[in-house]
């Protein structure tokens, strides 16, 4: 039995390494990303048994990304290798130190592909929680019924259900996105969402406005991401706030799903909603110390870690 | 007057930089390449006046390639950035010391946009030489026109027509190709083809039996790249021979588009064929010399300079 | 008809990348600068027209130069090749990550043989800005002479003149600077000047007294510079102040210039002086945000990045 | 059922990049290292299922170790982190283009541990083929006692044994490698061996008179590894020779390694003696052509890109 | 007659460039490290001379350790190479941007093999400061005799003894610690200690305390190390505060014993005890400000650096 | 007493590390170069014990090339920083994969100090060996009599004296050279030349000819380097030829005056002329199989090291 199932899209990124406009013998870096990637990653480290379903090409980025995947442990047995199309790619230019642009090329490639027949009936009612994002159902027709499927199988399995809203204005308008994850919102246990991303489904204007109007659509925990200024969760009915942990911050990309993976793998240890909290903004606090999305997120042992000084022994 | 005008696509390219399989943290370089921006570069170092036409994104990218091409005295007064569409793509993982292994991200995005309108009547009837490739009439619909449109300016205004065979298999099968290709090798001056690609028009067994071929299709110069083995040329009725300049090889790719460029550049100059053939085995070496598609290019000034030892001076 | 023409020296630049004292194997970046070419990479990269004149050697180092402005699109037409001088040189050792030593190497180089003769009458009048510094007169004699001319054109062609002071130590003293550069402030329209340089023409002790010193010699625009302080700016009679845009600075070099660039293309724009001295913040912003001289200025769609987030989409 | 089991010792590896003597700033890779760490990725790449059985250290070096190699799909179930001791590490001076000279930190430390308790008898009995090699038997009592269970299993179970003699001077005296080795040489179904190695056992003075020598020890088949001559191999009574297959080679280490890999899994797949010896060289083309062990190794669709030219589709 | 001689371990140091968890593929540099080496190269580039000495293998890492003390001028005649046992070696993972995690390779090598026959009773007699660590004793048996050794000979010779405590609690216990080390402080001039190295030897709960406790028990001076908060010392019963000097920092490591280097320069040029902890402040500013234990420390004209503006002249 | 000493320039060295034209964001190293300076660092690392004379800036460069000297083990103690003026540089672009190009700032700067002044008489009298090279009394009058002085110095205290012809045609005309060098050689005891520096005094049209002139004018030994060809030397009349070393070449740099280390450093320990030539031509393949003028020279124990295969211990 595993402890989480993911499922959405997995893609190369190229990341300059330099600040700057790109220009010929630009410097960069080769990784992977994708949002529930990141969630299964930081999981296992944190010692959950966590599975990742999805569709990359047959070729280099695909192998390195399944092969990146069980590097960290996470299972990838339901993940499929499309055969005929590319694995989709992300080209970041780091503008500047602190601003990056990206360009997707994702479009009608092979992680477009998930469908319903990749969701592991067994797998994932096996589970003790299913993770997805309102990005999947953004990608093609048969993605959002993988997650429709996948939330279905849950639902009747008694498996814990969450969602991160993750709104992606290059994928579909608000609109779109608000009439496709309100179901969505309602049948989650728990739902993470930024401002911006809860406001697709309530007008309060406040962070604890805001998780209040989530939770009211069903979730027991709604969890409002605040960026620099922390996070707030409604959890059955009582709210708590949390700061960031302060840390020398190098890339801010990934921030956002290292604290879902952080809270999630927390849930999973049956801590309580303040140290699910904790555990969520140390793991924010790992991903932003280094360069990209899921690098730097942190194993158990290592949690501690940023407490202390930087001291020898 | 320009001395030469060129049309096709351009793409970003993102080349791992040490020999092996993609993984994560793997080192790149970003650049840019294209059969014709890199014959037109080419063209431009060797002094002539060179000018490209074809259509990028308006993104990273494409004012990476822009900027490219102008830094090389490229001109670009026609070239067109698309809204909406990313600029082209080539991940290009560098599996072993000289095996390179390419994905490209290129259907349907702003490369593929390129159509008649973009071919200035006046720029290509005042050129000298308008040169173009087969990779091109693959892009679409709207490309394929474009070449078509360039090649009747040019024919109508009696600029000397060259055209690079350049099959890709991925883009379409040799059927498709040689039915669309033929009438341009018909309409072409030089035309340049290695022995596969010959082999899209003739049954001949032989390089010399292949340039026969292709004159006898129209064209007075036939020109067939051997790779390791030189060229040789039909030119006038005239065969020539031409072997590679030896030089310590970094990077194969671009070799056959230097040796294009530095035919062409030679024959804007008036050299006789054989110099012409000189010229572009000693581009071809440039070519693979230094790393990247058009980067190792020679200046007019730079010709000698694989012929001497390394001296102090 | 351009927007703005400049004239100066630009040099070849070897910038440590590891901050640390030099030491075999140092890893560097080559890469050029120049306080007039940064001013007109500055504002070609924000819509308008740029032409740069000045001497570089006949080396890689000069071929480098040119490209990387033509790359930018600045027009170097009337820029030339110097044969048998090298192009002029500056090493620069990051000593700590925010102190760097640069020693220069330039005395009777390439740059120094700028002379009368390179400025171009007709593009000098048929510009809407001239822009000098304070360094090109101090390069040479004949360098002075081609500042002076330049000047001359101008004011008769009713072109407005930019000065920016940029005294610098190595090349002539206080009082040297004061005696050559008292009159080019006389007859700019537009003064930039720190104040340790304004102090050069005044012994007023605040930045509101000084851009009023300097504007009683002349110009209707005086603007200071004040580093990490921003700028204040007396126009047309009128005081102005500029705070910095916060960013997150890796290279502090280039800033003032940057400043000048931003300030003089919202001028062309025909933009209102608080919003020239907000553009001219921005592009301090963006300078200080990559390293490299002239690497990191925006483009003029670019210029509302660092007011954001940095968010995916 | 897995194919293939090993047990050995895996190190950090610490690998300068550019050629010379060490020296403070000196640029290096790290990554890791082990003998049948190298046999066990390179079977998984060809498609065969492999274990690797060893300790590492609870450490940043064992972790990376663990997780490099489950992302070539290397069942690690078996292995361990030792806590307290850390991780063995080799240093490796690139002296010259082609000469690199190793310094060892392992004596005494994780890897030593390894013992026959860690030899899971399931594992190994169920396997088709238990690799092993002459450097675990001389890391410590323990390792040895692993290596002989490990042995005493697979021949009860009728699993063929794999031994690579693998005599390494700075842990034993040929005297002390050929006491310990003489036994495992005479159980092992197939046995590797440069010519000093085969040596330890034999007086003969030709390739094929050594492969004689040790196949009258017992094994079926006996393979002499010639370097840069290629091999010989004595199978079933009858001798094939090998030549090395042409590439471009960048790190001569981990050839031999890999050699073994693409033999054992040829056996694997069932083929004849011609082709195992075939699958092996060019798994050590592979080797050389990427710098480290086992990062150049070929997937099975790989075999053939050596073969070819490098082409453009 | 030297300034200053040391006697301790000196390591080779290999340090992850980027932050993130190890993993193949991690880029590093290789460079050395020793409490020791620092301070005598920190004296040396202050202008006074300084010898080292020390055991080192005979290998590329002791070699590497020597030319680099040559190379800032320390005086390594009494240093020795020993045979057949390798340099120490202390890997860093850069965990997070600020977060460095060490293994340590030291235990029976080289460096332990210093011995009071290394101790050159002439060099220490002759010099005006010997300075020793609390790790030397913790090595080995001879180690710690040598530090007894030479410690006899310098109050002999009345030289001024300091004492770094640099408890490292990986080496020994606290009890062992501070039993090995009272003695020591009992006889040094001046001793430096964190606030939890003093609570060695005192139960005092504020800095003032413990350097009064300290200097109880014999030293003139006790300096205590603040980190962050900067320092405080008591000299000749005077207590003296000194706050960090502001900088970049860009690597922690390393600023402690840069610290004690800009100390005992200044008390070596005859400074008072406020610019002693100046200088000292200083210097640890410049530690912090370049990655490496001993790379950033400044030479006598560059003490001022940190204190004006980057300007360019 | 030394074993050689050495006097002339060194200078910064800027190389870019990736073949191709200089752009902006090229990659490069610094390091220091000259041919002197190579001979003294691989006189030194052979074993004798070597001193350099010359004047370098007080500048970042110079500071680097005393310390690099250092480290080598050379007596640096009679060189010296002159105030004022910067340290000679050159700038090497690598333009292909085997060719570089190279800029130099030399003209008047600090190395060009060098004076008879410097020359310490006892250092010179005392040493066994004086190498000058036809370089420095290229660089200024102060510098030509340097080389005068020292020769003098030599000569009457019996000091063998080596010249290493080294012609520059950047520095002077030919005629002038040989007009000044011809009494060097006249004075010399070894001689070393390329064919086509040694056709400054001969005609003679082979390298047995050429050596037989060099000879006939003074020298006991005449060494004439003929690059992939190997050398040719006559010593005391008898003819010895050496091929060269194979090896694998990264940078064709500094392999003559490699070889004249070599040459020098076995003529000190005493070797007879067959084994000085060949530690000569050892010498010259480990500088052409690192980059870089004089770090890949070989310590004594490395001699060997090229002869064997790369093996693993």
Redesign the interface.
């Given at each position: 039995m595993t402890g989480l199932v993911t499922l959405g899209e997995a893609m190369?990124v190229?990341a300059?390494t330099?600040?700057?406009?790109?220009?010929?013998?630009?410097?960069?870096?080769?990784?992977?990303a994708g949002a529930e990637a990141t969630v299964a990653i930081g999981v296992s480290r944190l010692g959950h048994p966590a599975s990742w379903i999805g569709t990359v090409?047959s070729?280099?980025?695909g192998?390195?990304i399944l092969?990146?995947l069980?590097?960290?442990?996470v299972d990838v047995g339901c993940a499929r290798q499309e055969q005929g199309l590319?694995?989709g790619?992300m080209?970041r230019?780091r503008?500047?130190?602190?601003?990056?642009?990206?360009?997707?090329?994702r479009r009608?490639l092979a992680g477009s592909r998930l469908g319903p027949a990749d969701v592991d009936e067994q797998l994932v009612a096996g589970a003790r929680l299913l993770h997805v994002t309102g990005i999947t159902p953004a990608l093609s027709a048969s993605a959002r019924d993988a997650v429709r499927h996948a939330v279905r199988i849950a639902r009747a399995a008694k498996v814990a259900v969450s969602l991160d809203v993750n709104y992606?204005?290059?994928l579909w308008s608000r609109e779109e996105a608000a009439e496709e994850l309100r179901p969505l919102v309602a049948e989650a246990d728990v739902v993470f969402a930024g401002t911006d991303e809860a406001s697709l489904f309530s007008t309060a204007s406040t962070p604890e406005g805001l998780a209040g109007a989530l939770a009211a659509l069903g979730p027991s925990q709604a969890v409002i991401k605040l960026?620099a200024q922390g996070a707030l969760a409604q959890v059955d009915g009582e709210v708590h706030v949390q700061d960031v942990v302060p840390?020398?911050?190098?890339d801010?990309?990934g921030a956002g799903d290292a604290f879902v993976a952080g809270y999630l793998a927390a849930q999973l240890s049956g801590a309580a909603p303040r140290e699910r909290l904790r555990t969520a903004a140390t793991c924010g606090a790992?991903a932003v110390?280094?360069?990209?999305d899921w690098?730097?997120l942190p194993?158990r042992e290592?949690l501690t870690?940023?407490a202390g000084?930087?001291v020898?022994?």
């Open positions: 190369a190229v300059s330099e600040p700057g406009p790109l220009a010929p013998r630009t410097a960069a870096r080769i990784s992977f090409g070729d280099a980025a192998a390195m092969g990146g069980r590097a960290e442990g590319p694995t790619l080209l230019e503008r500047t130190a602190d601003r990056t642009l990206a360009a997707y090329y009608g992606r204005s290059l960026g840390v020398t911050a190098v801010p990309i790992f110390a280094v360069h990209g690098e730097g194993r290592e870690l940023l000084d930087d020898r022994r």
